[in-house]
Structure formats: structure tokens, C-alpha cells
């Protein structure tokens, strides 16, 4: 696996795209600021989704037992409140 480096996310109160294409094996994923954020698809909000805590890196993948089975990038949202930052990377 090779690990790849996406620009921070800066927050903005709303759900944002991780990015517009390309899959992935495992997405690391780093809150900074003094609010949560959180992972999920386009339903993702405030209240909704996979929380991320501030400055503790949350892992997300997909199966090992399947190599073909990946994560959609295009489909993967992060909400982000106001003065948080997300720090993410991708295994491909």
C-alpha cells in the first residue's frame, strides 16, 4: 500500500467532498481544532456519521479479505464545524 497525501480539509459548518474522484484502500483521518468532526457519506452532519476526535487519527477501510473492494472517494464526506481543520491521507 502506498500512502498519499490530500489537502487539509478546513471547516466550515458543512459536509465537505474528500475529494471529486479515485478510490482507495484506507483513509487516515485527523480533526485539529476544538470541535469534533465526523466521516460518513452524504447524509454526514453535525449529529451524524463516524466521530472524529480531535487530534486522534481514525483509520477507515475497506476489507482486506477482498482486494477489490474499495473506497469511493467521491462519495466520501467529511462534516467539518467551524475553526476545525481534517488532516487526511489515502492508502492506495
Not at 479515485?22 to 449529529?47: E, M, P, Q, T, W
Not at 477501510?61 to 477489490?68: F, I, N, Q, R, V
Request: with cysteine; proline share 3%; hydrophobic share 45%.
Amino acid at each position: 500500500m502506498t500512502i498519499q497525501t490530500i489537502a487539509d480539509l478546513v471547516g466550515a459548518g458543512a459536509a465537505v467532498q474528500i475529494a471529486a474522484s479515485g478510490r482507495c484502500r484506507k483513509i487516515f483521518l485527523c480533526a485539529h481544532g476544538s470541535s469534533n468532526a465526523r466521516y460518513g457519506d452524504v447524509n454526514v452532519a453535525a449529529a451524524r456519521g463516524v466521530e472524529l476526535p480531535a487530534d486522534t487519527v481514525v483509520t477507515i477501510g475497506a476489507s482486506d479479505a477482498d482486494p477489490t473492494d474499495l473506497i469511493d472517494l467521491s462519495t466520501s464526506k467529511v462534516y467539518i464545524p467551524n475553526g476545525t481543520t481534517v488532516s487526511v491521507s489515502v492508502g492506495v
